[in-house]
């Protein structure tokens, strides 16, 4: 019994291990994703938009696992080319390779908690899982109002909102402060 951790004590465990996870994810080489070349394996992922609606690609705006990431790689691709307001070459993506799906899975949801992406929370529907591939009532989703696919037409207003509340989402949680005095220090 005295090898046993307090529920305090594994709460700051785990808490230290997500803050590590997001240093790691925000130190990660960040590689176009039009050029990376990605093994069918476990994965957590970031990616980061080199535009100006999501900070010139200072902080990540999309995060995701995956148990194949070449698939998954094809797949945001796909996405990113069939869409307004990003250029595909714009696009970054970081990985940190895991050994099983589960825990890229775990390390997903550590990340989502800590970095609080803006496409994940504020545009979710950018692909092709969860929101992105069903549909409500046959409506678009956010990411789609916003980014909508190269032939179809915009709806200025719902953009001009959805704009707005991505700014105001990346001003509250983008590069916290420990994170970015974290990255100053020298490794």
């Known amino acids: 019994m005295e090898n046993m951790l307090t529920e305090s004590a594994l709460t700051t465990t785990l808490q230290e291990a997500a803050a590590t996870l997001t240093l790691t994810m925000v130190r990660a080489a960040r590689v176009p994703l039009l050029s990376v070349h990605a093994a069918p394996m476990a994965a957590t992922y970031g990616i980061w938009v080199n535009e100006p609606l999501y900070m010139a690609a200072r902080w990540i705006v999309y995060i ?28 970054l993506i970081s990985v940190l390779p895991s050994s099983t799906h589960a825990l890229a899975q775990w390390a997903e949801s550590s990340l989502l908690e800590h970095v609080r992406p803006a ?69």
């Open 119 to 187: 496409i994940n929370l504020v545009l979710p529907g950018s692909g092709c899982k969860g929101r992105g591939r069903v549909r409500e009532a046959g409506n678009p989703t956010p990411f789609r109002v916003l980014h909508p696919r190269v032939a179809s037409v915009a709806d200025p207003v719902a953009q001009e909102h959805l704009r707005r509340q991505v700014i105001a989402h990346l001003s509250k949680t983008a590069a916290p402060d420990w994170c970015m005095d974290q990255l100053r220090r020298p490794d």
């Open 64 to 91: 995701g696992s995956t148990s194949n990431m070449r698939r998954r790689v094809t797949e945001h691709r796909q996405t990113y080319r069939d869409c307004q307001g990003i250029e595909p070459e714009n696009v």
